[in-house]
């Protein structure tokens, strides 16, 4: 009844998916095809010297973690990444014996415990942090050494010990038993940049790094920059691993990036239309009457809200997708529902399948026309659908 292909549920958080036959009102379709498909080009743009890391933190930008990591890893990724330590426990819990890299910075005994458990791979930002790794891992005797990765702030002035600093920093770790080097990585802060000038000034300070670690006698372990942006944009910045997000999901990080590989959309975001009426010239829509009905217009109510991912600031300034028709969305957008302006289709029945993010037919809106609209990413549009509706894989 969803859609003429079948619906399955995938995976859960929002406790609607137990009851994913109760929740008809709204729902995220993911399409794991596309995602396979996605990875797949990635894959074709790499050298055999390098490895593709899938990045799926925040629940795979709102697409199910435990599903997207298992498609990736069959359709060529070698790695995962993720934020938090739960996050990564997640995964192993589902199963998955990938190895995965924390990004984020880690803090205490019980999180690096945690991670020496579930064998997980941490992120080590500081020679303060090294110093507790090591301290953690001697206090409960740890047996082999835990891989982690050396992060380097060339610019992007987030996690990372200073660019300069690097020889230390690595000489300090080595020397520390219970830790072994995995990798040496940085961040880029301007890959999605037409403007490349930046990201060679962090290139040639990350090559910088490495001549360091090179002078030591040491053999540079296995190196990574590239988030997506960097990835489409310049070979020279593959090295080892690329740490990629954005693109898995079939979305360009950039606009002067879209002629690389040909990449496809792996979310779509559908609700119903749940009541049908016709509202008189002069009447107010939704609260605040942000919006008067000019004249007569048939309005339909859909059941889908802010509370569910559609940012309240594209109130009267977006539109759906109706029998593959662009549809005006008007009034302000409710926590649950919103309205839309259907005179251009008078015969409407309650019941049908509303596309807010998708395809119908030749039409199409993508989270990148909302994020232009709002002024953000199309990271955080996609982000934003993590939490609330059931999420369905196409099949
Ligand atoms: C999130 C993240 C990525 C992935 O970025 P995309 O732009 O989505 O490809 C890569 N590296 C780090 C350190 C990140 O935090």
Redesign the pocket.
């Known amino acids: 009844m969803l859609s003429s292909k079948q619906i399955t549920p995938v995976a859960s958080g929002s406790g609607c998916d137990t009851y994913a036959w109760l929740c008809q009102r709204a729902w995220v379709e993911i399409d794991l095809a596309a995602l396979s498909h996605n990875v797949r080009q990635l894959v074709s743009l790499l050298s055999s010297q390098t490895q593709l890391m899938a990045?799926v933190?925040a629940d795979a930008y709102g697409h199910g973690a435990v599903s997207v990591a298992k498609t990736a890893l069959e359709s060529g990724a070698s790695w995962l990444?993720v934020a938090t330590v739960p996050e990564g426990i997640q995964l192993r819990e589902a199963g998955i014996k990938a190895p995965i890299l924390i990004?984020g910075a880690i803090q205490t005994p019980e999180q690096i415990q945690a991670i020496a458990q579930w064998k997980l791979q941490p992120t080590l930002c500081s020679p303060k942090q090294a110093l507790v790794f090591s301290n953690t891992l001697e206090a409960i005797q740890h047996s082999s050494p835990l891989p982690v990765h050396i992060k380097l702030d060339t610019g992007m002035s987030r996690l990372g010990t200073n660019w300069q600093q690097t020889g230390e920093f690595v000489r300090l770790v080595k020397s520390l038993p219970h830790l072994s080097i995995a990798s040496v990585y940085s961040?880029l802060a301007t890959a999605d940049d037409p403007d490349t000038t930046v990201m060679k000034e962090q290139h040639r300070r990350f090559e910088e790094a490495i001549a360091q670690i090179k002078a030591m006698g040491i053999e540079p372990p296995c190196l990574h920059l590239a988030?997506?942006?960097a990835t489409l944009a310049d070979s020279s910045l593959h090295y080892n691993i690329v740490?990629?997000?954005?693109?898995v999901y079939g979305l360009y990080?950039s606009e002067h990036l879209q002629n690389t590989i040909n990449l496809q959309p792996v979310l779509q975001v559908k609700a119903r239309v749940t009541q049908v009426k016709t509202i008189s010239a002069g009447t107010g829509i939704s609260y605040g009457h942000q919006f008067i009905a000019p004249h007569e217009l048939r309005i339909a109510v859909v059941g889908i809200g802010y509370a569910d991912g559609v940012p309240r600031h594209l109130s009267n300034n977006m539109q759906v997708l109706i029998r593959g028709q662009r549809i005006p969305q008007i009034g302000t957008i409710t926590m649950d529902q919103l309205m839309v302006d259907v005179s251009t289709i008078p015969d409407i029945q309650e019941g049908e399948v509303v596309t807010l993010l998708g395809q119908q037919g030749k039409e199409k809106i993508s989270a990148n026309d909302w994020a232009k609209k709002l002024d953000t990413i199309s990271?955080e549009i996609l982000c934003g659908f993590k939490h609330r509706l059931p999420r369905v894989s196409m099949t």
């Open positions: 990045v933190k990444g990004l961040h988030n997506s942006a740490r990629v997000g954005l693109a990080p990271w």
